[in-house]
């Protein structure tokens, strides 16, 4: 291996060890407001940043996170130490999965541990993830140096010239499929297992808050309608003029002449 492949190597290892959960004794036991939960956060993660201007987490994805319920809503705008936890979760998560798959791991997590007085808190499932990572991070540098030498051997037959691209193109994608597959192991886990606990929960969470149907009530009358009514039935009969009673009674009189003609006729005639 050249000088320089040694070089490269020896500083993705180191980059690669520097990455580490954040200490759990690190975390504050005390209520925070959002302001100090950013500063505190941001300075843990530094490590896992690619570039020191880089923000861990932001105002608004906490904000974002609250209203998605993927992180539990804040009691009179104080983070507890389990706000914290999980926001950690979902930083970790977010570089490989998509946020509904992150709800689907999480719901369930901080319904049965999230401020739950019960045996195992969210700070214990916490530290136990931390132990267990501790005991991968060396397998995994094993790994990339099996992964970094095997793409050194690729290309045979490069130039000089083309074969430092060709060599750490073969490593990047060596990597990226490893990445790539894990990631689909990832999804048919969460589907298979995962997915159908939260629809679960769900579905127990709708019939527990379902109403009982009401009665049907009789409908309500508009506004307008019930002024209609109202002037309808208050309405008084429509008055009669002079000019119309007079009519009205030459009409009758004018009918009762004629018929009294029409019978004096029909006696002559017989």
């Known amino acids: 291996m ?9 500083e993705i290892i180191n980059n690669l060890r520097a990455l580490d959960y954040i200490n759990p004794d690190a975390i504050p036991n005390i209520d ?8 505190f956060l941001d300075g843990q993660l530094m490590p896992s940043k690619r570039s020191p201007d880089d923000k861990a987490i932001t105002r608004t994805m906490i904000n974002n996170y609250v209203k998605s319920k993927l992180l539990p809503a804040p009691e009179k705008k104080r983070y507890t130490r389990e706000h914290v936890l999980t926001l950690i979760f979902v930083y970790y998560l977010k570089n490989f999965l998509s946020i509904p798959d992150i709800e689907s791991i999480l719901s369930p997590l901080t319904e049965r541990y999230f401020a739950k007085d019960s045996e195992r808190s ?3 499932v916490y530290e136990q993830i931390v132990i267990q990572e501790k005991s991968h991070a060396e397998k ?14 690729s290309f045979p037959d490069a130039t000089e010239e083309e074969a430092d691209f060709l060599h750490n193109f073969s490593l990047i994608c ?29 579905a127990s969470n709708e019939t527990d808050d379902a109403e009982a149907p009401e009665e049907a009530k009789p409908a309500k009358t508009t506004k307008a309608a019930s002024k209609a009514t109202k002037a309808a039935a208050g309405a008084k009969p429509v008055k009669t003029t002079k000019a119309a009673s007079k009519t009205t009674k030459a009409a009758a009189t004018a009918k009762s002449t004629k018929s009294a003609k029409s019978k004096s006729t029909k006696a002559a005639t017989k």
């Open 122 to 124: 969210l700070a214990d």
């Open 140 to 153: 995994t540098a094993k790994d990339l140096i099996r992964i970094f030498e095997a793409s050194r051997k």
């Open 2 to 10: 050249k000088a320089d492949d040694k070089a490269l190597l020896k």
């Open 174 to 202: 060596s990597l990226s499929f490893e990445v790539y597959m894990k990631k689909k192991v990832l999804e048919s886990i969460i589907d298979q297992t995962i997915e159908p606990l939260s629809r679960s929960g769900e």
């Open 32 to 39: 925070l407001y959002i302001d100090q939960v950013l500063t």
